[in-house]
């Protein structure tokens, strides 16, 4: 396994906090988020990890820190929680950035991956138990897209240059998985998608243009591996499915990613886990908002990035980073501007001012509230709204109160 990083302390509070609600995009409404009665008290989330080249910007740190917010928030109600990311460490787009940097894609792999490892440390943010990269299970990968060409769900197209390719067949259906389920897209927005997010809907020799690439043989000059599928590389979406079967009980109570991860990646997920299993792939689809910067999204391609090693290079406190991502609720798109850090270096200075001098009394109204505003669909702008109100009404900090601001929110306010 790539190596994970460094568990933030996590305090234990008095008494136990509340299953959350999040919302569904297969169901469109809010879901208890519960272990699975096959997995009694077992909470268990798939995230989608960073193509690792130009990491760690504020989209991708705002995502994982709404999935460590929910992973709090489990662990307060007295779940276990298991936890596993990939890290897409081959793939076109990293492929492309090697190439155009004149790097070999491994070293930039394994240096956007350990820069990676350590700003989600200096955010506090929880590691997942199991952290795996692609190229680590290439073989699983393989053996799980031959059982999908031995049940019919898989089939080959031809390439001029090089052996067939294997492609996953859209309309394959099953009870746990039909084309729409998680995505509850209509096919042109489906089409639209598709094109924009890595598929190839012009391939010729394809059944229908939405069908993704689960094998790609091997290319001249282009990385490729044995397997029980012939020499080549695996497709996108088949990585997660696999790597979330491999260490995590199905159905997943979550499966996770940012916004532009809906389609095609989370659909066809479920689609490959489906057809490997027959079973869902995840009781929850849970999408985080995108944070964009000078007027569109923040994104690898568009270069406008604002990463989190500059800001903590530049002496900015990894607290107020945090802060001023929790201040916007995790499932809207919004705009990352310089007033955010300026508003959460002001809330953090206020905070740590009132927390110097706790009281010993527990405060079981205001744990009462931070609970169940961030059981309410993750809440965190209203559980920080809940904190500035106390301190503006003058009510003197507790231990208690200190402790579930560190637990919850991952924001520690005393030395
Ligand atoms: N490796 C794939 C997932 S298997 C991938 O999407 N990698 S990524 O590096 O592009 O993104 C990593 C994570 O950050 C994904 O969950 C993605 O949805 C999320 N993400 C990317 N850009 C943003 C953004 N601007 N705002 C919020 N989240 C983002
Ligand atoms: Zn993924």
Redesign the pocket.
């Known amino acids: 396994m790539v190596q994970s990083w460094t568990r933030p302390n996590v305090p234990r509070l008095p008494g136990r906090g509340i299953a959350p609600r999040i919302f569904d995009a297969a169901t469109q409404g809010l879901v208890e988020a519960s272990p699975h009665e096959s997995t009694p008290n077992l909470a268990s989330v798939y995230?989608?990890?960073?193509?690792p080249y130009d990491?760690t910007?504020l989209?991708?740190a705002?995502?994982y820190l709404a999935f460590d917010t929910l992973i709090r928030v489990w662990l307060d109600a007295g779940f276990d929680v298991r936890y596993v990311q990939?890290a897409?460490d081959i793939?076109d787009p990293l492929l492309e950035r090697a190439t155009r940097d004149g790097v070999d894609w491994r070293d930039l792999a394994a240096s956007q991956i350990e820069l990676f490892r350590g700003d989600m440390q200096t955010l506090s943010i929880i590691p997942p138990d199991e952290y795996v990269a692609v190229t680590e299970v290439i073989s699983d990968v393989a053996d799980a897209v031959k059982i999908l060409v031995q049940n019919g769900s898989a089939y080959p197209v031809p390439s001029p240059d090089a052996a067939d390719d294997l492609y996953f067949d859209s309309s394959f259906t099953l009870p746990a998985w039909h084309l729409g389920l998680e995505s509850t897209l209509d096919r042109p927005a489906m089409l639209q998608l598709n094109a924009e997010r890595g598929g190839d809907p012009l391939r010729p020799g394809k059944r229908d243009p939405l069908d993704p690439l689960l094998w790609r043989s091997e290319r001249v000059g282009e990385p490729a591996w044995d397997s029980s599928v012939g020499r080549g590389r695996p497709g996108?979406h088949v990585?997660?499915s696999v790597i979330a079967l491999e260490h995590l009980p199905t159905p997943l109570t979550v499966n996770g990613?940012?916004?532009?991860?809906v389609f095609p990646?989370h659909e066809f997920s479920a689609g490959h886990a489906a057809a490997l299993t027959g079973h869902a792939l995840a009781g929850i689809y849970a999408h985080?908002?995108?944070?964009?910067y000078e007027g569109e999204?923040?994104?690898?391609s568009l270069g406008n990035l604002v990463l989190v090693s500059r800001l903590v290079a530049g002496g900015t406190d990894p607290r107020s980073i945090r802060l001023a991502l929790l201040s916007e609720p995790y499932r809207s798109d919004w705009e990352w501007t310089d007033a955010h850090l300026r508003i959460a270096d002001e809330r953090l200075a206020s905070w740590t001012a009132w927390a110097a001098t706790p009281d010993d009394d527990d405060d079981d109204d205001f744990l009462a509230e931070l609970r169940e505003r961030l059981a309410d669909d993750l809440d965190t702008a209203g559980a920080i709204a809940v904190i500035d109100a106390r301190i503006r009404a003058g009510a003197a900090a507790t231990v208690t109160a200190v402790s579930a601001i560190d637990a919850l929110l991952g924001i520690r306010l005393t030395p």
């Open positions: 995230v989608c990890g960073i193509t990491a910007h989209g991708h705002a995502t990939n897409t793939d996108w990585e997660c990613g940012g916004r532009d991860l990646h985080a908002g995108m944070v964009a999204k923040m994104s690898k």
